[in-house]
């Protein structure tokens, strides 16, 4: 059978749910799924499985459901949720594989799965092959000597919660700490007002049903139009600060008391500061879209600051390589193995968001007001094909590298001194190159991005 081999992506399978995710497909990756783990384990993998809350999800999920029984999987159905409770599943459950369904942030119509191995990531090389099973899989019962499977339906939210509060740090009082929450109608949105009025903070919801149709705006906290309404409770109602979820919960963004976007980067400044405190020396991991004042700051608390590619999968890899303590992203994935799991959770990470603010609460602008100012750039996206991104970026590398020092462990990073830097990386999900600036002044921002997109396109256009 042919499938679409463009919802293959590095991290997971992510496509148009009508268009790309039909059932007899979906069947076919829960079989092939089961089969991989079959044949790494020599017997029948227990496998947790969850979904989100999307129009599409349930269909998706019953296809998923008869392929992995089909191939005699132990499952144990979690329900709807964020993708980080699945992830609790896993190790809560001491599960041999996981499966998500979620389209994440992506748009309302699109959807996809996210897996694990184990508690570990499944991408890469992994999402490769299970496309070569796949293709392969029966979506039908051929194997006689493979016994159906079997589905319990399980209830993990009360141990989830109860994890988190062993994982927090209760605060003397909740006086005068308000925070207001928009989950954008999606996965996160019921749990996690009960995990954070649980814990006795002072919750004001917006947007917190599921309602897969998501009617008041995408729950992408990266896109500033998405933290509208956000920003105008905090403001009108005098908030202490303001929290987005998006669409499966593992990803967080914050508006401070001002109504500014404080982005995941100088988030990490504030989580890096607080667990350095608690673990002199500890590794932490920025991506390398993150600033330079978050490596710069790392250091100057004692902490070792490492670099890392862009990618969930990857950092949390690399996190267990480097026994990294933290790892955060500029798109609000941030991973805590201080007291937690190692996951991006962007319930838990509003929870340490909310100690650190205190009570009395302490304005995050007063938090950060020591942070020197830079002017940076958002993630600029450049439409380039598949099969010419990273060809344009082995060019960027190879013009750049006799100029300047240049981090190559994911695109070119270059460093034109004095904290000026720019980025240029192929993207590992869409066909984008991805490019961003930082510099001390607006002058020298302009200067080096007009250099730096004039290289690339000059990259380009060589073939």
Known sequence: ???????????????????????????????????????????????????????????????????????GATLLDIGVGPSPLL??????????????????????????????????????ADIAALHDRAALASASRSNDSVEAGSLEALDVSDAYLEAIRRASRPLKSHAGLRAVVDAGNGAAGPLGMRVLRALGFDIDPIHCEIDGTFPNHHPDPTVEENLRDLRERVLSTKATLGIAWDGDGDRIGVIDE?????????????????ILREHPGATILGEVKCSET??????????RALYSKTGHSLIKTKMKAERAVLAGEMSGHIFFADRYFGFDDAIYAAVRLLEIVGSPPVAISTLLADVPRTFATPEIRVDCADELKFGVVERVLSHYRALHPVLDIDGARVDFGDGAWGLCRASNTQPVLVLRFEANTESRLAAIRSEVESVVATASERR
């Open 1 to 71: 059978m042919t499938l679409p081999r463009h919802i293959f992506r590095e991290y997971d399978i992510r496509g148009v749910a009508d268009r790309d995710l039909s059932d007899d497909v979906v069947a076919r990756i829960g079989a092939a799924f089961t089969a991989i783990l079959r044949a790494e384990l020599g017997r029948a993998p227990r496998i947790a499985l969850g979904r989100d809350g999307r129009l599409s999800s349930p269909r998706i999920h019953g296809a998923l459901t008869r392929g992995m029984l089909l191939g």
């Open 294 to 303: 978050l490596f710069e700051d790392i250091r100057r608390h004692g902490g």
């Open 258 to 274: 001002r109504g500014e976007v404080v982005w995941g980067d100088r988030l990490m400044i504030l989580f890096s500061r607080a």
């Open 87 to 124: 992830y609790f599943a896993a190790h809560h459950l001491e599960t041999d594989g996981a499966i998500h369904v979620t389209g994440s942030h992506n748009p309302g119509p699109d959807n996809g799965l996210k897996f694990m191995r184990g508690t570990a990531s499944f991408f890469g």
